[in-house]
């Protein structure tokens, strides 16, 4: 049987995106991303399921991570955040005094906080605020969480959806220690890729020539210093394409010539809410 890690406890949106993955595989939880990461680069029969980036938050802080580890990236997944109010079971919203949460669960729920004169308390991850609530059975206390870690820690949903804006994604990635890619065909691909540029004026700007002349699109293009140093970046990067189409080889080429380390960390296939 296949291992997934998630980063978090159970019920965890790490945990959700993961069974919609696979939900054959044997699901596993790491306190930290850099366990997770360490996992998949010792046993090829595992994957891992990292958040990269929110709509609304932005970038979630894992680069450092894929820079170490260089794992194949297999495929994106796009998961709906929907946020929910979770206390013990026959809570009354106007018993609860204090709400538990991750600080970016909080702040996407701020306006229902506000209206109901709730106190934060930031804690590391939304399930394992749900399953606090659980263990301290205090009913002046409610978590915000998914309905997974209501189902799993045997609250209940007091309101659903009190996120401020509907429609939040968490883009995830799904990577692992060995190398796999679609064959090119006719549906729409990423090809990932970091790179370290060669230290001399407007490097940038000459290395994504290539890009431009060849139409190629590039919708990510992330700078991230080198451990210890504030002069030298690299850079994550997507594209739209195949690393087999034509147009992107002629671009990557044109890149290595700027380049003093390249690394393709993966080619999947475009998840279709990209289309949306």
């Known amino acids: 049987m296949s291992k997934i890690y998630f980063q978090g406890t159970f019920g965890a949106y790490s945990h959700l995106a993961a069974l919609s993955v696979d939900k054959k595989a ?3 939880p790491c306190k930290t991303f850099d366990e ?3 996992k998949a680069s010792t046993d090829s029969n595992s994957k891992i399921i990292i958040p990269e980036s929110n709509r609304i ?4 802080g894992i680069e450092y991570l894929i820079f170490q580890y260089r794992l194949n990236i297999y495929s994106e997944y796009f998961q709906k955040i929907e946020h929910n109010l979770l206390g013990l079971p026959g809570t009354r919203i106007s018993e609860i005094k204090n709400v538990y949460s991750h600080s970016q669960a909080l702040s996407q729920c701020s306006n229902f906080i506000k209206n109901n004169d709730l106190v934060e308390h930031v804690r590391a991850d939304t399930a394992g605020s749900a399953e606090m609530i659980s263990k301290n059975k205090d009913k002046k206390s409610a978590a915000i969480a998914s309905t997974l870690s209501a189902e799993t820690y045997g609250l209940e949903v007091l309101k659903k959806n009190i996120e ?3 429609g939040n994604l968490t883009r995830f990635l799904i990577m692992g220690k060995n190398i ?7 549906k729409k691909y990423i090809t990932s890729f970091l790179f370290k540029l060669k230290s001399k004026p407007a490097a940038l700007y000459q290395s994504l020539g290539g ?8 919708t990510k293009l992330q700078s991230y210093p080198e451990k210890n140093s504030f002069d030298s970046f690299f850079f994550l990067c997507d594209l739209d394409g195949h690393i087999e189409d034509s147009k992107v080889q002629k671009s990557l080429e044109e890149l290595g010539l700027h380049c003093e380390d390249f690394h393709v960390l993966g080619v999947f296939e475009a998840d279709k809410i990209r289309e949306k």
Do not use: D, M, R, W
Request: proline content about 4%.
């Open 57 to 60: 938050t932005g970038n979630i």
């Open 36 to 38: 997770c990461f360490l």
């Open 26 to 28: 044997e699901i596993i």
């Open 180 to 186: 796999s890619q679609p064959e090119y065909g006719k």
């Open 164 to 166: 401020n804006e509907k």
């Open 211 to 218: 890009f431009a002349i060849n139409g190629v699109n590039l």
